[in-house]
């Protein structure tokens, strides 16, 4: 069974670049996406965006200006960074493995397997 | 864009059964999936490709997906499913990830 651990720094300031990496363990790196979610104090989840193992990469449009996310095979990690934080970027971040086909045309996407979450502050 | 609607709340007696409704323009075109997230912790998948459970997870969670509408049917509520649940779908047009804001399932 797969396991997320992640890490980062956990306070920053505002300006500042958020750092992440998830460690991927005890499982396939390959025919997955992974991906990055946060959850603001007492609100719900949002989609950061994902990776799959060759590269490829999606966004959240309210959010691509500021995210790259990459990946390192040779060590079954991936990383989000996210420039220029504020306040209103506080909040928990989970590292997640996605699940993508299709069936009948019509495509499904889950995510079976989270991280335990890093809280992120941005305080000055 | 693509967005999915959630109650913000819904409440049931134990023993009772909860419907959790996830709405989204043309829903029953894409596979929906539904996350358990207790306080605290990580979310845990529960449902996904409209009706299968993970291994793990209990008989009593169901899920459908038609028209509009997807719906998580918790049967024979029990006090630990009380817990803040998400809608989840996949957009094509924009290859992105779409939650719905949740809703808190309280059992009375």
């Known amino acids: 069974q797969a396991q997320l651990q992640q890490w980062g720094a956990g306070l920053l300031k505002p300006s500042e670049t958020l750092s992440l990496t998830c460690a991927v363990y005890?499982?396939?790196?390959?025919?997955?996406?992974w991906s990055w979610i946060r959850q603001p104090p007492g609100k719900g989840l949002e989609w950061i965006g994902e990776i799959n193992h060759s590269g490829s990469t999606n966004y959240n449009p309210s959010l691509k200006s500021r995210v790259t996310i990459s990946v390192d095979t040779s060590k079954n990690q991936f990383s989000l960074k996210l420039s220029s934080v504020t306040a209103a970027d506080t909040a928990v971040y989970y590292c997640?493995?996605?699940?993508?086909?299709?069936?009948?045309?019509?495509?499904?996407?889950?995510?079976?397997?989270w991280g335990k979450g890093t809280t992120v502050t941005v305080s000055s | 864009s693509f967005e999915l609607t959630q109650p913000p709340s819904v409440s049931v007696s134990p023993g009772q059964t909860a419907s959790i409704t996830c709405s989204g323009d043309k829903l029953g075109d894409k596979y929906a999936c539904w996350y358990q997230q207790k306080p605290g912790q990580s979310p845990v998948l529960v449902i996904y490709?409209?009706?299968k459970r993970p291994s793990g997870i209990p008989e009593r969670f169901s899920g459908s997906n038609s028209g509009n509408i997807a719906t998580l049917t918790i049967s024979e509520t029990q006090a630990m499913d009380e817990a803040d649940y998400y809608c989840q779908a996949w957009d094509s047009t924009t290859s992105c990830v779409v939650f719905g804001g949740g809703t808190k399932l309280t059992v009375l």
């Open positions: 997640a493995r996605g699940q993508f086909g299709s069936i009948s045309s019509y495509y499904y996407y889950y995510m079976d397997v």
């Open positions: 005890g499982g396939s790196f390959s025919g997955y996406y």
């Open positions: 490709e409209d009706t």
